[in-house]
C-alpha cells in the first residue's frame, strides 16, 4: 500500500507538471492532484495484492477466484483509482480562488469523501461484479 502511494504520489506529480493536463492545473493546485495520487496508489498499492492472493488461495468456505473474477475486480479497482485521480483535478480547480493550504485541505476531504457514494451504492442488485 505504501508503495503504491509513492507510486501515486508521483503520477500525480508528473500530470501536474510535465502533461496535457498541467495548463489545466493552478499553481496553488498543486497538492490537489498529489493528494488524488496518494488515495488512489494507496487503494490500488493494497487491493490488487489481496485480489492476486485470492486467486492463488483459497480455502473451503471461500474458494479461489477464477481468472475473470480476478480481472474485473482488478479493472474495478484501477477505474476506482483513475476516478480519485479525476476528482482530485475536480478539486485543483479550486487553487485558481482559494490559497495553496486551503485547496490542499479541502482536497483531502473531497478525495476522501468522493468514494462514499461508492460504497453505499447496491452494486448486488447488478450482479457479482465487485462483491
Given at each position: 500500500m505504501?508503495?503504491?502511494?509513492?507510486?501515486?504520489?508521483?503520477?500525480?506529480?508528473?500530470?501536474?507538471?510535465r502533461?496535457f493536463?498541467?495548463p489545466?492545473?493552478?499553481d496553488?493546485?498543486?497538492?490537489a492532484?498529489?493528494v488524488?495520487?496518494?488515495?488512489?496508489?494507496?487503494?490500488?498499492?493494497?487491493?490488487i495484492p489481496?485480489?492476486?492472493?485470492?486467486?492463488?488461495?483459497?480455502?473451503e468456505?471461500?474458494p479461489?477466484?477464477?481468472?475473470g473474477e480476478?480481472?474485473?475486480k482488478?479493472?474495478?479497482t484501477?477505474?476506482?483509482g483513475c476516478y480519485?485521480l479525476a476528482?482530485?483535478?475536480?478539486?485543483?480547480?479550486?487553487?485558481?480562488?482559494?490559497?495553496?493550504?486551503t485547496?490542499?485541505v479541502?482536497?483531502?476531504?473531497?478525495?476522501?469523501?468522493?468514494?462514499?457514494?461508492?460504497?453505499?451504492?447496491?452494486?448486488e442488485?447488478?450482479?457479482?461484479?465487485?462483491g
Open positions: 505504501t508503495l503504491g502511494g509513492y507510486e501515486g504520489v508521483t503520477l500525480g506529480a508528473a500530470l501536474a507538471d502533461s493536463v498541467t489545466a492545473v493552478p496553488d493546485g498543486h497538492d492532484l498529489l488524488g495520487g496518494i488515495g488512489g496508489g494507496g487503494l490500488i498499492g493494497l487491493v489481496l485480489i492476486l492472493f485470492a486467486a492463488v488461495r483459497g480455502t468456505e471461500k479461489r477466484l477464477r481468472p480476478a480481472l474485473i482488478a479493472l474495478a484501477l477505474a476506482i480519485l476528482v482530485s483535478l475536480l478539486s485543483a480547480q479550486l487553487g485558481w480562488i482559494f490559497p495553496q493550504r485547496t490542499t479541502l482536497s483531502v476531504f473531497a478525495v476522501g469523501f468522493s468514494w462514499a457514494p461508492l460504497a453505499l451504492f447496491p452494486w442488485r447488478f450482479g457479482r461484479i465487485l
